[in-house]
């Protein structure tokens, strides 16, 4: 079990915002895949059963519009990913044997657990068309648009000049973190975090937007979507393993170009790490990075798979540690002020840790 803070009332206040959708759970693939519905509902669970989802301002969920997704997406990408919640569509693919995957795991989705029963195969209601791991099912394409638009939504509260909410954890899913500009990979439909950063630029006007992602793979589609924008400080920590841990990028040459050489910033980690070596790239180059660039608002691809028991990542990174980082991200970066900040959930696939880390984090 993880130890947890028990905060007082005083410390927790409205200027924390908190966005849920149920609507996202119906994003689901094959039996034993990872990123499965049961990772958002156990960190809601957990939030309300410590009685911090009555202490912190709920901000509405909806689904990111079309032109929303377009600030990030061409529309050939949103296009072949929304065909798939078409009626008949689905079907036809299915009929056309596009599906591939091993042996049926008779297990229960939702927990894990072995039943041992044997069972026939299901009907197939989803497929892999984006690689061996990234699946659509007829919901996944609408859950992929709630999963931008919570986000959204919550940047929204805390840019809006009467509520009183500046930081605020979007628990969504799917992840957005390594879908690039035309594709969809890695668990990820539409890049939720630099969608809500460009919406920030061009919404919003803002001049100096810091994205910071620990989640324990590259955040390879986000750095490429601002390679080349000085605009946006882009910031990984992440297993490397002289690029044989997935996806295989982000050494700490690729830098960014053109005009923004300098902010795309790679901290790559060859195996397992912890609490000293987090703190350690906070200390060495996040914060002063930080320091430096003065952002305005703050999204943190906030990935839980570097922590202790997750299957993926198999490193040991605490759930106290990443509240530790949270609080860290709150100094002030801009002319005094404390920094806006958004935590967007990426991965994380132990549901005992991933829950814990939220906790720690709102």
Same mark, same amino acid.
């Given at each position: 079990?993880?130890?947890?803070? +028990?905060?007082?009332?005083?410390?927790?206040?409205?200027? /924390?915002?908190?966005?849920?959708?149920?609507?996202?759970?119906?994003?689901?693939?094959?039996?034993?895949?990872?990123?499965?519905?049961?990772?958002?509902?156990?960190?809601?669970?957990?939030?309300?059963?410590?009685?911090?989802?009555?202490?912190?301002?709920?901000?509405?969920?909806?689904?990111?519009?079309?032109?929303?997704?377009?600030?990030?997406?061409?529309?050939?990408?949103?296009?072949?990913?929304?065909?798939?919640?078409?009626?008949?569509?689905?079907?036809?693919?299915?009929?056309?044997?596009?599906?591939?995957?091993?042996?049926?795991?008779?297990?229960?989705?939702?927990?894990?657990?072995?039943?041992? !029963?044997?069972?026939?195969?299901?009907?197939?209601?989803?497929?892999?068309?984006?690689?061996?791991?990234?699946?659509?099912?007829?919901?996944?394409?609408?859950?992929?648009?709630?999963?931008?638009?919570? +986000?959204?939504?919550?940047?929204?509260?805390?840019?809006?000049?009467?509520?009183?909410?500046?930081?605020?954890?979007?628990?969504?899913?799917?992840?957005?973190?390594?879908?690039?500009?035309?594709?969809?990979?890695?668990?990820?439909?539409?890049?939720?975090?630099?969608?809500?950063?460009?919406?920030?630029?061009?919404?919003?006007?803002?001049?100096?937007?810091?994205?910071?992602?620990?989640?324990?793979?590259?955040?390879?589609?986000?750095?490429?979507?601002?390679?080349?924008?000085?605009?946006?400080? +882009?910031?990984?920590?992440?297993?490397?393993?002289?690029?044989?841990?997935?996806?295989?990028?982000?050494?700490?040459?690729?830098?960014?170009?053109?005009?923004?050489?300098?902010?795309?910033?790679?901290?790559? /980690?060859?195996?397992?790490?912890?609490?000293?070596?987090?703190?350690?790239?906070?200390?060495?180059?996040?914060?002063?990075?930080?320091?430096?660039?003065?952002?305005?608002?703050?999204? !943190?691809?906030?990935?839980?798979?570097?922590?202790?028991?997750?299957?993926?990542?198999?490193?040991? !990174?605490?759930?106290?540690?990443?509240?530790?980082?949270?609080?860290?991200?709150?100094?002030?970066?801009?002319?005094?002020?404390?920094?806006? +900040?958004?935590?967007?959930?990426?991965?994380?696939?132990?549901?005992?840790?991933?829950?814990?880390?939220?906790?720690?984090?709102?």
């Amino acid at each position: 079990m993880f130890r947890s803070i +028990v905060m007082s009332s005083a410390s927790i206040d409205k200027r /924390i915002g908190y966005v849920f959708d149920s609507l996202m759970e119906a994003h689901r693939g094959g039996m034993g895949h990872p990123e499965r519905p049961s990772r958002i509902r156990s960190i809601h669970q957990k939030l309300g059963e410590r009685g911090l989802l009555e202490r912190v301002k709920i901000v509405a969920g909806r689904p990111a519009t079309d032109e929303e997704l377009f600030l990030v997406h061409p529309q050939v990408h949103v296009d072949r990913v929304m065909q798939f919640g078409e009626e008949g569509v689905l079907k036809s693919a299915l009929d056309g044997g596009e599906d591939s995957e091993g042996p049926y795991n008779p297990s229960t989705e939702d927990e894990g657990e072995e039943n041992y !029963v044997v069972t026939a195969r299901p009907p197939k209601t989803y497929i892999f068309p984006f690689g061996a791991d990234t699946y659509v099912c007829k919901e996944s394409p609408m859950a992929a648009k709630i999963s931008a638009g919570c +986000v959204l939504s919550l940047i929204e509260e805390i840019m809006d000049e009467d509520s009183p909410v500046d930081r605020g954890f979007a628990c969504v899913r799917p992840p957005g973190h390594h879908a690039t500009t035309s594709e969809a990979m890695g668990f990820c439909l539409f890049n939720n975090v630099a969608i809500a950063a460009q919406a920030l630029r061009q919404r919003y006007g803002l001049q100096r937007v810091a994205v910071v992602d620990w989640d324990v793979h590259h955040g390879n589609g986000t750095c490429e979507i601002f390679a080349e924008d000085p605009t946006v400080l +882009v910031i990984s920590i992440h297993r490397f393993d002289g690029g044989l841990y997935y996806p295989g990028t982000g050494n700490w040459t690729e830098m960014g170009s053109g005009d923004a050489v300098g902010y795309n910033l790679n901290v790559p /980690i060859d195996g397992t790490y912890g609490d000293e070596e987090m703190q350690f790239a906070f200390d060495k180059l996040v914060l002063p990075a930080l320091s430096s660039f003065r952002p305005e608002f703050i999204l !943190v691809s906030c990935g839980f798979d570097a922590c202790v028991n997750d299957p993926l990542g198999e490193c040991e !990174v605490t759930p106290q540690c990443y509240g530790s980082l949270t609080r860290q991200l709150l100094a002030s970066f801009d002319d005094g002020r404390p920094a806006r +900040v958004a935590l967007v959930l990426e991965g994380g696939y132990n549901l005992d840790s991933i829950a814990a880390s939220a906790e720690e984090c709102v």
